[in-house]
């Protein structure tokens, strides 16, 4: 999605209004020291670190940690981790695990300058991430799209009618640049593909392939966490009814996109990032000759649905799998009051699971066009999929026969995603980590083993060597390629798989790292910014999110998205060319860019999606990793 987005701007020659400045050694003698802290706080028990970055290096920092009352702890550091940037050519880390008393603090740069870190609070899990959880839930429900909305959510209205009767269409072809070759084609319809979360910030389209990753993720913190947060359930319930909608069990036909995002490059054809306006404006555009905005926005209002395969073809696996741990999910949180429903919801489980392509895949159905979401890793949501399958067994008590087939298959593909090595840790496009997670829960629930233990947590240690490896050299620890990879997500994912990994008998050897994970989110970073929207102090003000741009405010208070969490720093020449668009509200905050390097640079601007667009994907990994917080696991 994102790359289309920077090709909207260069299609329609809109003026360049965002390009982020280069750090240049001459500005090094200005730079003032800072203080790097997780803006939320940490576990009284566990590892806490904070950074000081400085113009160059010394020999040792003096520091101390202030209560409103005093001084709580006092500390030196010699722990020089290396340049930032040409400006911040030394970072100390600032060591405090010893202070464990619940508060709020603040950590004082003594020498060789002064500086201090914004307030952070030491405490419990639930005192930590409780308030979180419940914030990234309302971020969903400011997403909804269709009938059911929530008006006291950033004042939304009903948006999309016209996708209850919606028609299908062709799979559409598109260019190198993302803009649709042709003509769209109506193949079927209609049917009602109404409901569901808009995909991310900057757009309103709907997909399969995001919604069913963030609905899955969801539905597992409801289940493991019942009456903890009361509007997360039924949110998730809400998602898995449009997820429902996608899939047909008498026609065997799954839909896998509603909406289009980019039109053709001679605007003939609009997509939905031609307009910047609320949704419920798609509803109300005259699309006929002569109207406004005219014929060119028909697929604007009258959105099109495409196909994963045509009826009865087998689905893209990746699909076919994240539907079904959906539905079987489902199945397990109704075993115990709608013994019916969830014997529904497992049937269309077995069903969706039945029709994966295994052979032969080929690219993967994600998004149309593909560049939105180029992934290709599939054997985690196959081994994701059978897992949840055999939970929801157990929940149902099916008969022994079947609990062991499902485990079996479950650990098959368990053993070919092993098999196939780790080119990336748990996010959107490796989904691994959580499906061993849940395979390992079957097994201990059903004292069935078709796989040891042991394998599948040594998988999961791979892993998170895997971030370790990556985080060498970066004075901020993070487990991902800063500035080529998603950093926010990634950064929640690897702590959600330390949580697990101890969870399910693994050792702490991974704490301090995959706190440094949730840290970085947090604040700890370069850049002193947390990537969740209300959590911290320093938070996304200006994002490119169309809802929260004309409905909230845009001083970081009042009424804003809360919940909503942004992909944080990118590749700078993501950043080239940014501008505005009309009906956007102008909006800048903070001044980034004395923090970015040659291979990262964040920016709160609206303009600016590579870092402060929110999706529904990032948010569903910091609720899961909030979660998991709140529980004092990680």
């Known amino acids: 999605m994102r790359r289309a987005w920077l090709t909207l701007l260069t299609i329609t020659g809109i003026t360049v209004a965002a390009v982020v400045p280069a750090v240049t050694p001459a500005s090094a003698a200005a730079a003032v020291p800072q203080v790097r802290i997780n803006q939320v706080g940490y576990p009284a028990g566990g590892p806490k670190v ?30 020089d981790l290396g340049s930032w940037n040409s400006r ?25 300058a002064r500086a201090a870190s914004p307030a952070f609070a030491i405490g419990d899990g639930a005192q930590l991430y409780r308030q979180l959880v419940d914030n ?38 598109y260019d190198s640049n993302d803009n649709l070759l042709g003509s769209l084609h109506r193949i079927g319809g209609p049917v009602d593909v109404s409901g569901g ?22 539905l597992i913190a409801a289940r493991d966490y019942p009456g903890s947060y009361d509007m997360l359930q039924p949110e998730a319930t809400s998602g898995l009814q449009w997820i429902t909608k996608l ?40 699309v006929s000759r002569g109207g406004n905005p005219g014929p060119t926005a028909y697929f604007v209002k009258y959105r099109p649905v495409f196909e994963a395969a045509p009826p009865g073809k087998p689905v893209s696996p990746d699909l076919a799998g994240r539907f079904a741990a ?20 497992l049937s269309l489980a077995r069903g969706v699971y039945a029709m994966a392509k295994t052979t032969d895949v080929g690219q993967l159905v994600t998004a149309f066009p593909h560049d939105y979401y180029p992934g290709s890793e599939w054997k985690s949501d196959m081994l994701w999929g059978a897992a949840e399958i055999a939970l929801a067994d157990l929940a149902a008590g099916a008969p022994g026969a079947r609990l062991q087939a499902d485990l079996a298959t479950a650990a ?129 003000h ?42 956007m509200r102008a909006c800048s905050a903070g001044n980034f860019a004395p923090y970015n390097t040659k291979a990262a640079a964040y920016e709160d601007n609206v303009v600016s999606w590579p870092s402060v667009e929110p999706a529904d994907d990032y948010t569903a990994d910091s609720l899961l990793a909030f979660a998991l917080g709140g529980a004092d696991l990680g």
């Open 542 to 583: 200006c994002m490119q999110s169309e809802i929260a741009n004309l409905a909230g405010s845009l001083t970081g208070t009042g009424n804003i998205q809360l919940g909503a969490t942004t992909d944080g720093p990118g590749d700078p020449a993501n950043f080239a060319g940014l501008g505005m668009v009309s009906g």
């Open 50 to 79: 904070a950074f000081a970055m400085l113009p160059a290096k010394v020999a040792r920092v003096s520091f101390e940690v202030v209560t409103p009352y005093g001084v709580a702890y006092r500390g030196t550091s010699a722990d």
């Open 412 to 540: 098959a593909w368990a053993r070919a995603y092993i098999a196939q090595g780790h080119s990336d840790t748990f996010n959107l496009y490796d989904d691994g980590a959580v499906a061993e997670a849940e395979l390992l829960q079957a097994m201990r629930q059903s004292g069935i083993f078709p796989v040891s233990p042991g394998t599948l947590l040594n998988d999961l240690a791979a892993q998170l060597r895997s971030g370790e490896e990556q985080a060498k050299g970066d004075p901020f620890a993070l487990g991902t390629q800063l500035g080529q990879s998603d950093a926010s997500p990634h950064a929640f994912g690897l702590f959600i798989t330390d949580a697990l990994y101890q969870k399910y008998g693994g050792s702490s050897q991974f704490e301090s790292f995959a706190q440094q994970q949730l840290n970085f989110a947090l604040g700890a970073n370069g850049w002193g910014s947390s990537f969740v929207v209300g959590a911290g102090t320093v938070f996304p």
């Open 197 to 218: 979360w808009f995909d991310a910030g900057g757009g309103y389209e709907k997909f399969a392939f995001t919604a069913s990753y963030a609905d899955a993720l969801m």
């Open 326 to 345: 959906d539905f079987a999910l489902g199945a397990q949180l109704a075993a115990g009051d709608d013994p019916a429903r969830a014997r529904h919801l």
């Open 136 to 173: 990234a839930v309302r971020y969903f429900t400011s997403e909804r799209d269709g009938p059911d909305v929530d008006s006291s959510v950033l004042g939304r209205q009903p948006a999309n009618l016209t996708d209850e009767k919606a028609y299908v269409y062709a799979d559409p072809a």
């Open 88 to 112: 911040y050519r030394a970072v100390y880390q600032l060591s405090f695990s010893g202070l464990r008393t619940p508060g709020r603090y603040r950590v004082k740069l003594l020498s060789p």
């Open 247 to 286: 899939w047909n069990p008498a026609r065997k036909v799954l839909y896998a996109q509603v909406g289009i995002g980019s039109g053709n490059a001679s605007n003939t054809i609009q997509g939905d990032y031609n307009f910047w306006f609320p949704p419920q404006q798609e509803d109300r555009m005259n």
